[in-house]
């Protein structure tokens, strides 16, 4: 017997690339389990389904930066400064970046690459050791959602948020929707799109000095010009970036949704002040904000 159930939830975390360095994505998670019946004549429950499996797999990899072990690109050491705190040190093709976060900020696959296929190896083997006896089996479908215009990945972290949010390399994958004097303006959508491909978003309250960002020995060795420290203390512990400028927007606000969608309005607005803009900006899949300006 088979139980299905479609758009479980969606993943929204960060990865490390050697090539494309820290990327922003989000997975839609579908959930196929096979097994017998149990005493109440289900396979499972849905409300379990929906509950248990859901928390297993945000507890796992949600709001997080993936890291794939196997990666020459990647080094992960126990921070010098916190305890349960841990550095990651990122040189990709396109940029270096150097970390610091709790641990549990990060989540480390057995691989050399992060993929949807890794992924699902990864998360199958966690969900199935937690289900019931009568479950015997368990197919995971990872997929991005399907978008037709321009679309591009970012990483943020916000400081201010009491829950997972707060973990400084997490990110979305996400579309864009500009009208310039209401018409929509596909253009206006590429270039922010471009604009934003593989981009880190900081916000400038959080600037710290190099004198004051805490990174490994190898990172403080490796710093380059180039590189612009980001840090705060949150719930969870102490966080800190620094990352080269191709790949940094710098924003004059919290890298909400809503504060996001503003600044792209109010960036707009100084371009063309004669004419009126609304941006309809998404955090991953189907959620997100509305601004005008």
């Given at each position: 017997?088979?139980?299905?159930?479609?758009?479980?939830?969606?993943?929204?975390?960060?990865?490390?690339?050697?090539?494309?360095?820290?990327?922003?994505?989000?997975?839609?998670?579908?959930?196929?389990?096979?097994?017998?019946?149990?005493?109440?004549?289900?396979v499972l429950d849905f409300a379990v389904v929906k509950k248990q499996i859901k928390?297993?797999?945000?507890?796992?990899?949600?709001?997080?930066?993936?890291?794939?072990?196997?990666?020459?690109?990647?080094?992960?050491?126990?921070?010098?400064?916190?305890?349960?705190?841990?550095?990651?040190?990122?040189?990709?093709?396109?940029?270096?970046?150097?970390?610091?976060?709790?641990?549990?900020?990060?989540?480390?696959?057995?691989?050399?690459?992060?993929?949807?296929?890794?992924?699902?190896?990864?998360?199958?083997?966690?969900?199935?050791?937690?289900?019931?006896?009568?479950?015997?089996?368990?197919?995971?479908?990872?997929?991005?959602?399907?978008?037709?215009?321009?679309?591009?990945?970012?990483?943020?972290?916000?400081?201010?948020?009491?829950?997972?949010?707060?973990?400084?390399?997490?990110?979305?994958?996400s579309k864009i929707e500009l009208f310039h004097n209401d018409n929509r303006s596909?253009?206006?959508?590429?270039?922010?799109?471009?604009?934003?491909?593989d981009i880190y978003i900081a916000s400038e309250d959080d600037r710290v000095s190099?004198?004051?960002?805490?990174?490994?020995?190898?990172?403080?060795?490796?710093?380059?010009?180039?590189?612009?420290?980001?840090?705060?203390?949150?719930?969870?512990?102490?966080?800190?970036?620094?990352?080269?400028?191709?790949?940094?927007?710098?924003?004059?606000?919290?890298?909400?949704?809503?504060?996001?969608?503003?600044?792209?309005?109010?960036?707009?607005?100084?371009?063309?002040?004669?004419?009126?803009?609304?941006?309809?900006?998404?955090?991953?899949?189907?959620?997100?904000?509305?601004?005008?300006?």
């Amino acid at each position: 017997m088979q139980l299905f159930v479609k758009d479980l939830t969606v993943i929204d975390f960060s990865y490390c690339c050697s090539e494309r360095g820290i990327v922003g994505e989000s997975w839609i998670v579908d959930v196929l389990l096979d097994g017998s019946l149990n005493d109440m004549k289900m396979v499972l429950d849905f409300a379990v389904v929906k509950k248990q499996i859901k928390a297993i797999i945000d507890d796992a990899v949600d709001h997080k930066l993936l890291i794939p072990e196997q990666c020459s690109s990647v080094q992960v050491s126990e921070s010098t400064f916190h305890h349960d705190h841990e550095f990651v040190d990122l040189s990709a093709k396109r940029a270096h970046y150097y970390l610091q976060s709790p641990a549990c900020a990060f989540a480390k696959l057995p691989t050399n690459e992060i993929t949807i296929s890794s992924v699902t190896d990864y998360l199958t083997s966690i969900i199935l050791a937690q289900l019931p006896n009568n479950v015997a089996g368990l197919v995971l479908t990872l997929r991005p959602e399907k978008i037709d215009s321009d679309f591009y990945h970012y990483t943020h972290g916000l400081k201010l948020h009491d829950g997972n949010c707060q973990r400084i390399a997490h990110g979305h994958r996400s579309k864009i929707e500009l009208f310039h004097n209401d018409n929509r303006s596909t253009d206006l959508e590429h270039f922010w799109c471009h604009r934003w491909q593989d981009i880190y978003i900081a916000s400038e309250d959080d600037r710290v000095s190099k004198q004051h960002i805490q990174l490994s020995q190898n990172a403080h060795s490796k710093l380059l010009d180039s590189h612009q420290y980001f840090a705060y203390q949150a719930p969870q512990g102490r966080f800190d970036i620094a990352v080269e400028t191709n790949v940094l927007e710098v924003v004059d606000c919290d890298s909400t949704v809503e504060l996001l969608a503003d600044y792209i309005a109010r960036q707009l607005k100084l371009q063309q002040p004669k004419d009126n803009f609304t941006v309809i900006a998404y955090e991953g899949v189907g959620k997100g904000a509305i601004a005008h300006a």
